[in-house]
């Protein structure tokens, strides 16, 4: 199995921040990686696909980078709705997500 | 457009069984990988199960295998998730995914809730 490894757990910023999450894989996954965001009694979103790819409507502050073992999504001026849980998500090997980081805002 | 939705979850006692169902809509449904993953209380995602369109190939976490059976209805748009002997630890909301190909989940469905209690 291929354990998703997030770091932090929770982080606290302000608005205006950037911000940036990592993801660790237990082996290479190449660019077998995706990014989601879950907001409380929402179902969770697609934000990142194939490790940079942006999904179509997600706003451009989002970016995602990383190959092999090492993954980051970065939100360049953190605003008040991108308030959520992240997580990360490999496809080399079935399926397997992060234990998620909790964002909130200063 | 897409919309996916779950139902089927209550209150339920240990090693009784329940089945789960996705009514997909805005898609050809039979084109598409489903999944279903779940969140427990205070936990994260976990992936549980996929399903392929024709409905040919399945997948299962290794924790689920055995209990759960996942299999569509493609002329009804549907998905379903069959639990056998629950126990505590399945007590979650289940969503459903559409997949596309097997690289990622683009929709997910607003969940249902399976309680686990005696």
């Known amino acids: 199995d291929i354990q998703m490894t997030q770091s932090p757990s929770s982080l606290s910023a302000s608005v205006g921040d950037r911000v940036t999450i990592t993801c660790q894989a237990s082996?290479?996954?190449?660019?077998?990686l995706n990014w989601y965001q879950h907001k409380p009694g929402k179902a969770p979103k697609l934000l990142i696909y194939d490790a940079s790819y942006l999904e179509a409507g997600v706003p451009s502050r989002f970016s995602g980078s990383g190959s092999g073992t090492f993954f980051t999504l970065t939100i360049s001026g953190l605003q008040p709705e991108d308030i959520a849980t992240y997580y990360c998500?490999?496809?080399?090997?079935?399926?397997?997500f992060g234990q998620g980081t909790k964002l909130e805002i200063k | 457009q897409v919309q996916l939705v779950d139902s089927g979850g209550r209150l339920v006692k240990p090693g009784e069984s329940l089945r789960l169902t996705c009514a997909a809509s805005g898609f050809r449904f039979s084109d598409y990988y489903m999944s279903w993953i779940r969140q427990a209380p205070g936990k994260g995602l976990e992936w549980v199960s996929s399903?392929?369109?024709?409905?040919?190939?399945?997948y299962y976490v290794d924790s689920v295998r055995g209990r759960f059976t996942v299999s569509r209805d493609n002329a009804k748009n549907s998905l379903y998730l069959q639990i056998n002997s629950l126990r505590g630890e399945d007590t979650a909301i289940y969503y459903c995914?559409?997949?596309?190909?097997?690289?990622?989940?683009?929709?997910w469905g607003q969940g249902s809730l399976v309680t686990v209690s005696s």
């Open positions: 399903i392929s369109g024709s409905g040919s190939t399945k």
């Open positions: 998500q490999q496809f080399d090997t079935l399926y397997s």
């Open positions: 995914a559409k997949g596309w190909g097997e690289r990622r989940f683009d929709y």
């Open positions: 082996q290479g996954i190449s660019n077998y």
